[in-house]
Nanobody, 118 residues
Framework: QVQLVESGGGLVQPGGSLRLSCAPS????????MGWYRQAPGKQREFVASCTSGGTADYSDSVEGRFTITRDNRKNTAYLQMDDLQPEDTAVYFCNAKIHKSDSTRYWGQGTQVTVSS
Protein backbone atom coordinates (compact mmCIF):
# COMPACT_ATOMS: atom_id res chain seq x y z
CA GLN A 1 0.00 0.00 0.00
CA VAL A 2 1.32 3.40 -1.00
CA GLN A 3 0.23 6.53 0.84
CA LEU A 4 0.76 9.77 -1.03
CA VAL A 5 1.14 13.09 0.74
CA GLU A 6 0.44 16.35 -1.09
CA SER A 7 1.30 19.89 -0.14
CA GLY A 8 1.36 23.38 -1.65
CA GLY A 9 -2.26 24.28 -2.28
CA GLY A 10 -3.80 27.59 -1.32
CA LEU A 11 -5.45 30.80 -2.46
CA VAL A 12 -3.94 32.81 -5.29
CA GLN A 13 -5.07 35.68 -7.49
CA PRO A 14 -5.64 35.20 -11.23
CA GLY A 15 -2.32 35.19 -13.06
CA GLY A 16 -0.50 33.95 -9.99
CA SER A 17 1.50 30.77 -9.39
CA LEU A 18 1.55 27.85 -7.01
CA ARG A 19 3.68 24.73 -6.74
CA LEU A 20 2.27 21.43 -5.54
CA SER A 21 4.37 18.59 -4.20
CA CYS A 22 3.59 14.91 -3.81
CA ALA A 23 5.62 12.18 -2.18
CA PRO A 24 4.91 8.76 -0.72
CA SER A 25 5.15 8.34 3.03
CA UNK A 26 7.82 5.84 3.93
CA UNK A 27 10.57 4.42 1.75
CA UNK A 28 9.52 2.58 -1.40
CA UNK A 29 11.14 1.95 -4.79
CA UNK A 30 10.95 4.67 -7.41
CA UNK A 31 7.38 5.03 -8.61
CA UNK A 32 7.00 4.50 -12.36
CA UNK A 33 4.28 7.10 -12.85
CA MET A 34 3.25 10.09 -10.79
CA GLY A 35 0.70 12.68 -11.74
CA TRP A 36 -2.16 14.94 -10.85
CA TYR A 37 -5.90 14.96 -11.33
CA ARG A 38 -8.31 17.65 -10.20
CA GLN A 39 -11.97 17.88 -9.29
CA ALA A 40 -13.96 21.09 -9.26
CA PRO A 41 -17.29 21.36 -7.39
CA GLY A 42 -20.04 19.59 -9.29
CA LYS A 43 -17.65 18.20 -11.90
CA GLN A 44 -15.95 14.89 -12.53
CA ARG A 45 -12.33 14.31 -11.66
CA GLU A 46 -10.13 15.12 -14.66
CA PHE A 47 -6.57 14.44 -15.70
CA VAL A 48 -4.10 17.31 -15.35
CA ALA A 49 -0.58 16.01 -15.87
CA SER A 50 1.65 12.98 -15.41
CA CYS A 51 5.33 12.13 -15.57
CA THR A 52 7.18 8.83 -15.74
CA SER A 53 10.34 8.10 -13.81
CA GLY A 54 12.14 8.49 -17.13
CA GLY A 55 10.90 12.06 -17.46
CA THR A 56 8.18 11.62 -20.07
CA ALA A 57 5.48 14.18 -19.29
CA ASP A 58 1.89 14.46 -20.46
CA TYR A 59 -0.57 17.31 -20.00
CA SER A 60 -4.23 18.01 -20.54
CA ASP A 61 -4.97 20.59 -23.21
CA SER A 62 -6.39 22.96 -20.61
CA VAL A 63 -3.09 23.30 -18.72
CA GLU A 64 -0.40 22.70 -21.34
CA GLY A 65 1.90 25.69 -21.57
CA ARG A 66 0.94 26.92 -18.09
CA PHE A 67 1.67 23.94 -15.83
CA THR A 68 4.92 21.99 -15.60
CA ILE A 69 5.34 18.60 -13.92
CA THR A 70 8.75 17.44 -12.79
CA ARG A 71 10.15 14.50 -10.84
CA ASP A 72 12.95 14.08 -8.33
CA ASN A 73 13.51 10.33 -8.40
CA ARG A 74 15.98 10.46 -5.51
CA LYS A 75 13.19 11.78 -3.32
CA ASN A 76 10.41 9.91 -5.15
CA THR A 77 8.66 13.28 -5.36
CA ALA A 78 6.60 14.94 -8.06
CA TYR A 79 6.10 18.67 -8.41
CA LEU A 80 3.43 20.55 -10.32
CA GLN A 81 4.40 24.14 -11.07
CA MET A 82 1.24 26.03 -11.94
CA ASP A 83 1.65 29.43 -13.60
CA ASP A 84 -0.88 31.92 -14.96
CA LEU A 85 -3.58 30.38 -12.80
CA GLN A 86 -7.16 31.20 -13.73
CA PRO A 87 -10.44 30.88 -11.81
CA GLU A 88 -11.31 27.79 -13.83
CA ASP A 89 -8.27 26.08 -12.31
CA THR A 90 -9.98 26.16 -8.92
CA ALA A 91 -10.35 22.57 -7.73
CA VAL A 92 -9.10 19.94 -5.34
CA TYR A 93 -5.90 18.54 -6.81
CA PHE A 94 -5.15 14.86 -6.23
CA CYS A 95 -1.79 13.21 -6.64
CA ASN A 96 -1.81 9.70 -8.04
CA ALA A 97 0.85 7.12 -8.76
CA LYS A 98 1.59 3.69 -10.18
CA ILE A 99 4.44 1.55 -8.93
CA HIS A 100 5.10 -0.31 -12.18
CA LYS A 101 4.22 0.48 -15.79
CA SER A 102 2.06 -2.64 -16.09
CA ASP A 103 0.09 -2.02 -12.88
CA SER A 104 -3.60 -1.35 -13.08
CA THR A 105 -3.72 -0.14 -9.48
CA ARG A 106 -3.34 3.58 -8.89
CA TYR A 107 -2.71 5.13 -5.51
CA TRP A 108 -4.20 8.48 -4.53
CA GLY A 109 -3.40 11.28 -2.15
CA GLN A 110 -5.95 13.00 0.04
CA GLY A 111 -6.15 16.09 -2.16
CA THR A 112 -5.13 19.70 -1.73
CA GLN A 113 -7.35 22.71 -2.43
CA VAL A 114 -6.32 25.27 -5.03
CA THR A 115 -8.47 28.40 -5.19
CA VAL A 116 -7.93 31.11 -7.79
CA SER A 117 -9.86 34.25 -6.97
CA SER A 118 -9.45 37.98 -6.80
Amino acid sequence: QVQLVESGGGLVQPGGSLRLSCAPSGTIPTLYLMGWYRQAPGKQREFVASCTSGGTADYSDSVEGRFTITRDNRKNTAYLQMDDLQPEDTAVYFCNAKIHKSDSTRYWGQGTQVTVSS
